[in-house]
């Protein structure tokens, strides 16, 4: 905010100074700023209050002019990756993503998570401006993420020259599917898309979804917990970086509890199968029954057939037990 409490998101920074204080130099990541923006748009549904929705309306719009670029030839939008500012308040477009696990790429879970905080806002204002760059983004999930063969399914990453998930400068993302790219559509802002419309296309695309993860992520002959990653043919990706084949236990409790929404809008059984399946396996394999909470990142297979090995720490990471919460 600027002195007397206005809402100024130009003075947004990700990160702060150890202190806890703010530089005048700095990063804006695009999906921090709409995961925020979310949140005062959720606030506002809540609540009520206006400060609530002041907040997410310069928060979408702030995204808008200056995190989104519209591509009018083509018909699609994609988000930056940030925006830098030096210490003369000029801002720098950074459009591959600079992550470790995503370097140098156009992840699919970035361009998903900055619809987040818009399309919860369109819920509110009905803004048909907003409505556009989420239509033209889910053109770009379409285009270029797509799996159009018939594997299925939507690749992990893309070149941020070419718009290929089959470059080789991609290196061990070349080609790759995982739940992000397949599952993360649906919390992040297609459920609440079609909340929004009531469109078909979009409850389509739901059903899409889940269809593919009914189909693809079940190893239950293996492990209590999903497979997460892929090959292009759906085989599994066992080796892939930190994953290899360890479990995000708050993943498959995400699966569980999105599989349950979805149930209620296509009476489909697998749906309801797996969700419960899931719920029923998950209490023992991922959560601490003796002190409460759920695990962060653990082996999907048994350690000498009696528990599952921590991946690195027994920490207890928050969005775990959120999204146990939601789950159950």
């Known amino acids: 905010m600027d002195h007397g409490g206005k809402i100024n998101y ?26 925020l923006v979310y949140g005062f748009a959720s606030a506002y549904l809540v609540t009520g209050e206006d400060s609530y929705l002041e907040a997410a309306e310069k928060g979408t719009e702030y995204l808008r002019q200056h995190m989104r670029f519209k591509d009018k030839s083509e018909g699609i939008s994609y988000w930056y990756h940030a925006v830098d500012i030096n210490e003369n308040n000029v801002e720098e477009k950074v459009l591959a993503s600079e ?54 399914g939507y690749y992990s990453h893309i070149d941020p020259i070419t718009f290929s998930p089959h470059s080789e400068s991609l290196g061990r993302n070349k080609a790759k599917k995982n739940w992000n790219s397949v599952g993360d559509h649906a919390p992040a802002y297609l459920i609440n898309l079609w909340l929004a419309t009531g469109k078909e296309e979009y409850a389509d695309f739901l059903e899409y979804t889940f269809d593919t993860i009914v189909k693809h992520f079940p190893d239950y002959d293996e492990s209590p917990f999903v497979q997460e990653k892929f090959f292009d043919d759906w085989s599994k990706d066992q080796t892939w970086g930190w994953q290899q084949n360890r479990a995000v236990v708050g993943h498959n409790l995400k699966i569980a509890w999105n599989l349950t929404r979805m149930f209620g809008l296509k009476d489909k059984q697998e749906y309801q199968k797996l969700a419960e399946k899931i719920g029923t396996v998950i209490a023992d394999a991922g959560c601490d029954r003796q002190r409460g909470g759920w695990y962060d990142v653990v082996e999907r297979v048994k350690k000498f057939g009696k528990f599952h090995k921590y991946a690195w720490h027994d920490r207890k990471a928050w969005w775990q037990q959120e999204q146990g919460i939601l789950a159950y």
């Open 99 to 152: 992550f470790g696990d995503d370097y140098n790429a156009i992840p699919c879970y970035e361009q998903i998570y900055a619809l987040a905080g818009p399309v919860q806002t369109y819920r509110i204002t009905g803004d048909p401006r907003i409505l556009e760059d989420a239509k033209t983004t889910v053109e770009l999930f379409h285009r270029y993420f797509h799996d159009d063969t018939e594997k299925g």
């Open 10 to 35: 130009r003075k947004y920074r990700t990160s702060l100074t150890i202190e806890g204080n703010k530089q005048k130099s700095g990063r804006q990541e695009t999906d921090t700023i709409s995961r």
